[in-house]
């Protein structure tokens, strides 16, 4: 038999493609080789998103406790969480296998590898398609230190971490350095954040980034500028790690998030012609073709901005285009939104003033700073800020930038003003809803 289409890869962007292929009447196969749901549901999103949920017991606790309410500690069961989010994962793993059977796509388990641009070995198997997408993501990319690399964790470990440490070192300045230094920070741990630049998070508003830094939950952490780690020795309980500068921080557990790459290893791409860029992702045009003609990739793999929801609208039109153009909805993808899980949680869409100069825009930022009202007993510092990246010319909004507690969620339907092109005029049109935090941005 030989398929209309076979997806390599059951994670966010493949099952997508998988799906919506399908349903335009293609005869599709899925190729999986592990769980189903990709990084996002496994060892990505999903999990990272339980793990920050727990991490804000302390600060809600404080926070009612300054309302006058006594609350004791709380005890946090860690085994319990972690077989929790097990479990839960495991039910979104069927969710996925179950939207692949649901819509009559067969599913194969197994490593692909390429034989021709038309042929894949699954095991023993040989697979015939006219189309292919490979959709396999990427992995963590380890550190290669001078000595110690088997005492090092990535994000696809601390998703099973057996108990919580008391002392954390983490390498990057990434989403996923930052968000974990966070998370841990609030369950109380004292975090040494290694970063190489000058600048975490370095695509970010810079005073944003700088307000995330001022808070800091508790001091916990302690942030080591221009430094890599070259070394970690374990000794007794403990891993001793070495910096470049020869500082020497000792820890419970080391983290190591230096980027992602792009699973293109064993897909036997050599047969095919298929071209790959240094960091190992797939090259690609706009409408996803690589230099096969009948294959094609989407998501993490081709390295393009590595969010879920992108991978899906990638999946998406990719499926309309290859077996229903009359359906097809061109992507946008100039203004994407996005949230870092700190606390306060960041969220981000559109130009900073840095890069409407870069790109000679001439543009002006209003801002606004405040305590939220949430926090009245609790702290004299401000934990909210907003600012607005708005074109000289005729006020459009370019860009919104935001650190909050709900940051995330307001972005999402913030993002909707920098994608509609709206002004600041239709901000100040728009009647507030008081007493919020956000009816800031509206008057701002
Ligand atoms: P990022 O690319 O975001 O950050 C990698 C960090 O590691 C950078 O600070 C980089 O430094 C540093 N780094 C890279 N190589 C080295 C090295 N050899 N030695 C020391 N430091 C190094 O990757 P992440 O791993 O944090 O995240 C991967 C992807 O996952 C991101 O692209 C993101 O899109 C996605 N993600 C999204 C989340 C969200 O939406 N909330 C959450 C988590 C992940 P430098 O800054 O100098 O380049």
């Known amino acids: 038999m030989i398929y209309d289409l076979i997806v390599i890869g059951a994670g966010s962007g493949g099952v997508r493609a998988a799906r919506i292929a399908s349903v335009h009447g293609a005869k599709v196969a899925?190729?999986?080789?592990?769980?189903?749901?990709?990084?996002?549901?496994?060892?990505?999103?999903?999990?990272?998103?339980?793990?920050?949920?727990?991490?804000?017991?302390?600060?809600d606790i404080a926070n009612y406790k300054s309302?006058?309410?006594?609350?004791?500690?709380?005890?946090?069961?860690?085994?319990?969480?972690?077989?929790?989010?097990?479990?839960?994962?495991?039910?979104l793993n069927t969710i996925y296998e179950n939207i692949l059977n649901n819509n009559k796509i067969k599913i194969i388990k197994g490593s692909a590898k390429f034989i021709g641009s038309k042929k894949i070995l699954v095991g023993k198997k040989i697979l015939q398609a006219k189309k292919f997408i490979i959709a396999t993501g990427g992995k963590p990319k380890k550190t290669d230190f001078l000595e110690g690399n088997k005492h090092v964790n990535t994000s696809d470990d601390i998703f099973s971490l057996k108990k919580l440490p008391k002392r954390m070192t983490i390498e990057g300045g990434g989403y996923i350095a930052i968000e974990f230094a966070y998370i841990f920070a609030n369950l109380g741990i004292s975090i040494n954040l290694i970063y190489r630049g000058k600048r975490i998070l370095k695509t970010f508003d810079e005073d944003i980034v700088d307000f995330l830094i001022k808070n800091n939950p508790n001091n916990k952490i302690k942030i080591h500028f221009e430094k890599t780690i070259t070394e970690v020795n374990k000794l007794k309980k403990e891993y001793v790690v070495r910096l470049d500068?020869?500082?020497?921080?000792?820890?419970?557990?080391?983290?190591?998030?230096?980027?992602?790459?792009?699973?293109?290893?064993?897909?036997?791409?050599?047969?095919?012609?298929?071209?790959?860029?240094?960091?190992?992702?797939?090259?690609?045009?706009?409408?996803?073709?690589?230099?096969?003609?009948?294959?094609?990739?989407?998501?993490?793999?081709?390295?393009?901005?590595?969010?879920?929801?992108?991978?899906?609208?990638?999946?998406?039109?990719?499926?309309?285009?290859?077996?229903?153009?009359?359906?097809?909805?061109?992507?946008?993808?100039?203004?994407?939104?996005?949230?870092?899980?700190?606390?306060?949680?960041?969220?981000?869409?559109?130009?900073?003033?840095?890069?409407?100069?870069?790109?000679?825009?001439?543009?002006?930022?209003?801002?606004?700073?405040?305590k939220s009202m949430k926090k009245t007993f609790l702290t004299k510092d401000k934990d909210t800020f907003y600012k607005l990246v708005i074109s000289k010319k005729?006020?459009?909004?370019?860009?919104?930038?935001?650190?909050?507690d709900d940051a995330a969620e307001l972005i999402q339907l913030l993002a909707v003003n920098v994608v509609a092109r709206n002004t600041l005029d239709d901000f100040k049109k728009t009647v507030a809803v008081h007493p919020t935090s956000s009816e800031e941005i509206i008057t701002i």
């Open 30 to 59: 899925m190729i999986e080789n592990n769980k189903f749901g990709g990084t996002c549901v496994n060892v990505g999103c999903v999990p990272k998103k339980f793990f920050y949920y727990l991490s804000q017991i302390n600060k």
């Open 67 to 91: 309302y006058g309410c006594k609350i004791s500690d709380p005890q946090i069961n860690w085994r319990k969480f972690i077989q929790k989010k097990d479990k839960e994962i495991t039910r």
């Open 394 to 404: 005729d006020k459009t909004i370019l860009g919104i930038h935001i650190i909050s």
């Open 245 to 370: 500068d020869k500082k020497i921080i000792k820890t419970d557990y080391v983290l190591s998030a230096t980027g992602r790459i792009a699973n293109t290893k064993n897909l036997g791409l050599e047969k095919t012609k298929v071209q790959i860029n240094d960091n190992h992702s797939i090259k690609v045009n706009r409408h996803f073709q690589t230099h096969e003609k009948n294959i094609y990739a989407v998501g993490d793999v081709i390295d393009y901005v590595n969010l879920t929801p992108v991978a899906i609208r990638q999946g998406h039109f990719l499926a309309d285009k290859l077996f229903n153009n009359k359906k097809m909805i061109e992507y946008d993808f100039t203004n994407i939104p996005t949230a870092v899980f700190t606390s306060p949680q960041i969220g981000t869409v559109g130009l900073t003033l840095e890069m409407a100069k870069k790109n000679k825009i001439d543009a002006y930022e209003l801002t606004t700073s405040f």
